[in-house]
């Protein structure tokens, strides 16, 4: 036991000829370049995912307040739950995520994605509001 806590018990280790081998300095270059690119392809993406979770905030304190049409404010509350727990995740892993945020088409998604959610929370505020005779009329 005595011979393992001497410092000359172990040999150091040599990277030599091995090209798998990194130092610290190599990976922890590597790790802020991918940090800093995941956070430049987020850039553009931010500001449209805190429209989304404004708006999925805004559908749930309408569907606190419905006075009518409950069952169907219920029903697309749900799914906005669900669209912005998915959102979430995206956020969260934005660094595992880095195609994603790369792909201008899915910038596009992503706007056509809030202006959907825009549109849920424009419904949830009309049809809650109304009566069944009013939602019948206007739906």
Not at 55 to 83: M, P, W
Request: proline letters at 1%; hydrophobic letters at 40%; charged letters at 25%.
């Amino acid at each position: 036991m005595e011979s393992v806590n001497r410092p000359d018990a172990y040999e150091s280790t040599k990277n030599e000829g091995n090209r798998f081998a990194l130092n610290q300095l190599e990976i922890n270059v590597r790790a802020l370049t991918r940090a800093v690119k995941a956070s430049a392809n987020y850039v553009s993406f931010a500001p449209l995912i805190e429209k989304f979770f404004k708006f999925g905030e805004d559908i749930v304190t309408l569907y606190q307040k419905a006075e009518h049409n409950k069952r169907l404010c219920n029903y697309l509350t749900k799914r906005v739950n669900s669209a912005v727990a998915v959102m979430r995740d995206l956020e969260i892993r934005k660094q595992d995520n880095q195609a994603f945020f790369m792909e201008s088409t899915n910038l596009q998604l992503i706007k056509d994605f809030v202006k959907c959610m825009f549109d849920i929370k424009k419904f949830v505020a009309d049809v809650s509001q109304l009566g069944s005779f009013g939602t019948f009329f206007n739906s």
